[in-house]
């Protein structure tokens, strides 16, 4: 049985053959968030294009079951580029390499830093607490529609002549160039959907505390990049109260609480860390820690 590399190689020159060189095929390796490796193919116009990636890891794991034959596969992976050929975006990318032109399309993410260790040592980056602030542009295409995220590495710094401080900068100014953090009330997202429930009630009849937020932003995109604003914090602690409770959901959004007992850590802790095994995909998990806001010191730090 051949081994994965055998195999991606083997698929990559099966799929150039019937391809006949209409469009430029490659293998395609890459880290994803939290250490998550996936090997594919990626389709191209050219080689300068941003196309579509067919992932090989599931198909490897079906070859290596004899759930699907290695012909069948072939088969499959092609339908799937046939399928995908019109979807491959027409990406100017020009102007990517122009720092007057690229740095309104700065903007950070927060990832975990220990999970991440291997990337980091690739891309700019700055440590918060254990977590690491990075950096992604907008992909657009020539109609300067947002099609994706590209993430920055070390050699888009060198190419633009610019320093992580200058990117933190940069992404912090667009961040809030595109509108204010918002507090969204989940008592306000359920009565919405339910407006003749008493949702306060919990079993038994016994009143329950429903007072939690999500903190969001106008993208929609790493939200959670909003707790490393001051002002936002500031905002937060305005509304909630001094020393109130960041719950990390996903690298997408975090769940503010207000101040609790300090009793009560542990048991935050371990709900998110449920909340990370069972219901988050592992390439969008953030921490497993529990955070709490000092307004004397105007820093967020890890309670639990």
Known sequence: MMSFEEFAENVVKEIRAKLGGAFQIKEHNVIK??????????????????????????????????????????????????????????????????????HGDIYMKLINAEQNK??????????FMDLAVVYYAVARDHE??????????????????????????????????????NLVSIENIIRRVLPNEDISLGLGGHRRDISMY??????????A?????????????????DGFIVLPSSVHETIILPPKDEK?????KGMVREVNDTQVDIEERLSYHVYMYSRDEEVLKIVA
């Not at 009560?264 to 935050?268: I, T, V």
Request: hydrophobic fraction near 35%; charged fraction near 35%; charge should be negative.
């Open 264 to 268: 009560e850590y542990g048991m935050l």
């Open 118 to 127: 291997e990337l980091l040592e690739k891309i700019p980056h700055r440590i």
């Open 33 to 102: 968030n939290n250490n998550v490796k996936r090997a594919g193919i990626a389709v191209m116009k050219n080689e300068e294009d941003i196309g579509p990636c067919v992932y090989l890891d599931e198909f490897y794991r079906e070859y290596e079951s004899n759930g699907m034959r290695f012909d069948e596969i072939v088969d499959e992976v092609y339908r799937l580029i046939m399928k995908h050929k019109e979807e491959i975006p027409d990406v100017d990318i020009s102007g990517f390499r122009d720092w007057e032109t690229a």
């Open 144 to 181: 300067q529609e947002d099609i994706g995220t590209i993430l920055l590495y070390n050699e888009h710094m060198e190419m633009w002549g610019q320093n992580e401080e200058n990117l933190y900068q940069t992404a912090m100014i667009n961040m809030r160039t595109d509108g204010e953090a």
């Open 225 to 241: 990049a909003e707790i490393l604003d001051k002002k936002t914090l500031r905002m937060i602690a305005d509304e909630v109260g």
């Open 214 to 223: 999500i903190l969001t932003n106008s993208r929609k995109r790493f939200e």
